[in-house]
């Protein structure tokens, strides 16, 4: 099973992917996981893939896609706010991110939302019902949460925990 998880930088696609990944562990027992540019993708595991780019041969052998969406302000708002540690990423080059998006979210099976991270007892109930689990909302917000309070990785510690959580996501940016 491939997974892709996709979505517009600085809208918590990054947090989708936690949750997935961490749904699949649960489920699974055990899951192949990370950026698409250092992950191999293995037949006999779950694979829980992160990309920002449009990656047409990755879209053609994933089972699910998911991505997510948050407003043009929100996103320009928080690149300039993480600017101030790390300038690589331009806020004016955000309607280009937006015309990026829609290539993943014209493949996407399930569609997050940046307001939906507000109730994260909620937003996790709403993965596990999309991929019919039995697992329990509660345990699966606990690991995330463990998760996002020691990412493990000093480059992420300068971010913002509620989108850059494990310590396998790493960027190019």
Avoid at 69 to 88: A, E, L, Q
């Amino acid at each position: 099973m491939i997974i892709v998880c996709s979505g517009l930088v600085r809208s918590a696609s990054t947090l989708q992917f936690n949750i997935l990944r961490v749904m699949m562990e649960q489920h699974y027992g055990e899951v192949n996981s990370g950026f698409h540019q250092e992950v191999e993708l293995y037949d006999n595991l779950p694979n829980v893939i992160k990309v920002h780019d449009n990656i047409e041969e990755l879209a053609n052998k994933a089972d699910l896609m998911f991505t997510t969406i948050r407003v043009r302000v929100g996103v320009r708002d928080s690149i300039k706010r993480i600017n101030k540690w790390d300038d690589t990423l331009d806020p004016d080059k955000v309607e280009g991110m937006m015309i990026g998006w829609l290539w993943w979210a014209e493949r996407a099976d399930f569609i997050q939302t940046y307001k939906e991270t507000h109730n994260m007892h909620k937003l996790i109930r709403r993965y596990i019902d999309f991929l019919q689990f039995d697992l329990d909302p509660q345990k699966v917000l606990n690991q995330v949460e463990r998760e996002m309070k020691d990412p493990g990785d000093e480059h992420i510690k300068k971010h913002d925990p509620q989108t850059l959580l494990h310590h396998k996501h790493k960027s190019e940016w």
